[in-house]
Every structure is written in C-alpha cells, then in structure tokens.
C-alpha cells in the first residue's frame, strides 16, 4: 500500500492541470446574470405577497375597528347600551348548583 502512495505521489508531482478555455469567462458571467434575474424576480414576488397580505390585515382591522365603534351618547360621550329580553323564560322547578372538583389543567371531570 505505501508503495501505492508513493507511486500517486510521483503521479500527481508530475500532472499539471490545463488551462482553463478562453469561453469560462464568459459562460461564468452568464450563469451570475442568470442567476441575479432569477433572485430579483422572486424578490419581486415575494414583496407583492406581502403588500396584498398587508392590505388585506388592514382591511380586516378597520372592518373590525368600525364595528366596534360606539355611537355617541350626551354630552359626546361614548356609551353603550346593553339589552337582553327575558320573554319565554321559564325557571326550572327543581333547579341546583353543583360544584364538583376537575382533574387536572383541561377542565374534565
């Protein structure tokens, strides 16, 4: 085996790599150009993506923020008004509080 080595040794001392074609540089640069376009154009996709993700968060939140508006009351005060109607209400006969203990954190009996 070491005279193996010795021999890929004489080999290599020897072997001398060719010159590179005079075409290197330039397929070299080609594939930089080509590559540079292709970052580019995912770039603009991606800032596409999230200008529409943008509008449309800031769409839902306004949608949301007029909801919850409150109508002015007197004097330009904000109130709310709550109503709940109590029609058809029957009380159970019998009715009871049951208070039981739960097993562990997700609140099953």
């Known amino acids: 085996m070491i005279e193996d080595d010795n021999e890929l040794r004489r080999l290599l001392g020897t072997w001398s790599a060719p010159p590179p074609s005079g075409s290197l540089d330039e397929r070299v640069m080609r594939s930089v150009r080509f590559g540079k376009r292709q970052s580019t154009g995912w770039k603009l996709w991606g800032a596409l993506a999230a200008a529409i993700l943008l509008v449309a968060v800031l769409a839902t939140a306004s949608r ?46």
């Open 64 to 109: 949301f923020k007029q909801e919850r508006q409150l109508e002015a009351g007197p004097n330009g005060v904000n109130s709310l008004s709550t109503t709940v109607s109590a029609s058809g209400f029957v009380p159970l006969e019998e009715g009871r509080i049951i208070v039981s203990k739960t097993n562990g954190s997700d609140g099953v009996n």
